[in-house]
């Protein structure tokens, strides 16, 4: 019995901290991966790197193109992310 008990424990402190990494961290990468989504293309398309975190997100020309178009424009950006939406 004193083992299930522990068990028990330990899968609702591990949901807890889950719960609560999701509420702290959820709404930057949430916001990334729904570009990511709504894109439907790859993080490397945007990133330098294929898998960016919060602080290593460096964004590449399409990258930057994109945020310069207010994260519009994607297309254009791919073809001429250097003059697209320049002001
Ligand atoms: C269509 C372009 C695009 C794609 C695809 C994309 N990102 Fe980003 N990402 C951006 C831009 C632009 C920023 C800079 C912040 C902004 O403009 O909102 C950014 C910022 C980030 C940040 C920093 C968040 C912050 O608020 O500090 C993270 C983490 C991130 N991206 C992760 C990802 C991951 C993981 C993927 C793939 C699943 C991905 N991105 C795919 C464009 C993209």
Redesign the pocket.
Known sequence: MKTVKCAYLAIVSILGMWLLLAVFSAT??E???Q??SK?K???K???VKP????DD?E?ND??KC??RCE?KN?DQCKKDPVNTCKA
């Open positions: 930057p990468v916001a990334k991966l570009y990511a894109e293309t790859a993080c398309t945007c990133h898998a960016p975190k919060k997100n964004l399409v990258g994109y945020q994260h994607l």
